[in-house]
Nanobody
Framework: VQLQASGGGLVQAGGSLRLSCAASGGTISSYTMKWFRQAPGKERKFVAS???????YYEESVKGRFTISRAGAQNTVYLQMNSLKPEDTAVYYC??????WGQGTQVTVSS
């Protein structure tokens, strides 16, 4: 399985973006999928996860603002990000089971 993240960009504080993580070469329907992010000069940190059954879990600072979801037919996982803050600026990565990683997509939030 290969993962391709997309949807990043430049947005003003308070705006929204939707990230996509498209899988190819196999199905991700049984995998736990996660989003991580890495800000400049900092370590990669967990953002959100979704289990195969649909249960979700979020890092505290994004609760109520970010929503992770999956579309089985499209073999894709999404991260809807609302009410973005400058501190959300980072490269966002998707991963399947923490072992298969996508290439990352840059999110920049201006104040």
């Amino acid at each position: 399985v290969q993962l391709q993240a997309s949807g990043g960009g430049l947005v003003q504080a308070g705006g929204s973006l939707r990230l996509s993580c498209a899988a190819s070469g196999g199905t991700i329907s049984s995998y736990t999928m996660k989003w991580f992010r890495q800000a400049p000069g900092k370590e990669r940190k967990f953002v959100a996860s979704i289990w195969s059954g649909g249960s979700t879990y979020y890092e505290e600072s994004v609760k109520g603002r970010f929503t992770i979801s999956r579309a089985g037919a499209q073999n894709t996982v999404y991260l809807q990000m609302n009410s973005l803050k400058p501190e959300d600026t980072a490269v966002y990565y998707c991963t399947a089971e923490g072992t298969i990683w996508g290439q990352g997509t840059q999110v920049t939030v201006s104040s």
